[in-house]
């Protein structure tokens, strides 16, 4: 009795999420959207507004690694799309680009794909 019990539970936990999973799954097109939002002022991905000004004031992360705002802004930024889904660091870095609405420039090339990767763990 104790194992059918057990064993019913355990197939109802295993449906349950099972669901629970296939309903979080988001289509790259609506992480797109989602952070395409989320990045302009006051979104949660906005790492960029709080800092103008002082973009290129500097703080140590980790010791011996110091970053400009600017670069942990966009560290972060990076980061967050691999949290959220986003499926390759090229994806990520169109998506800073039509935010922009510009071409990348060295910065953003080089530290967006570090936040992807979570580099500085």
């Not at 970053?67 to 998506?95: D, H, P, Q, R």
Request: glycine share 6%; proline share 2%.
């Amino acid at each position: 009795m104790k194992k059918n019990i057990l064993l019913l539970l355990l197939l109802i936990s295993t449906y349950s999420f099972s669901q629970n999973s296939n309903q979080e799954k988001k289509s790259q097109a609506e992480i797109k959207t989602f952070i395409l939002n989320e990045t302009k002022e006051g979104g949660k991905l906005d790492f960029f507004t709080k800092i103008k000004g002082k973009e290129y004031n500097g703080s140590q992360v980790k010791p011996g690694l110091i970053m400009t705002n600017l670069e942990i802004a966009l560290y972060s930024w990076g980061k967050a799309n691999a949290e959220l889904g986003i499926e390759s660091v090229e994806n990520a870095l169109s998506i800073f680009k039509e935010f922009k609405a510009k071409d990348l420039n060295r910065i953003e090339k080089d530290l967006i794909p570090m936040g992807f990767r979570n580099d500085l763990k």
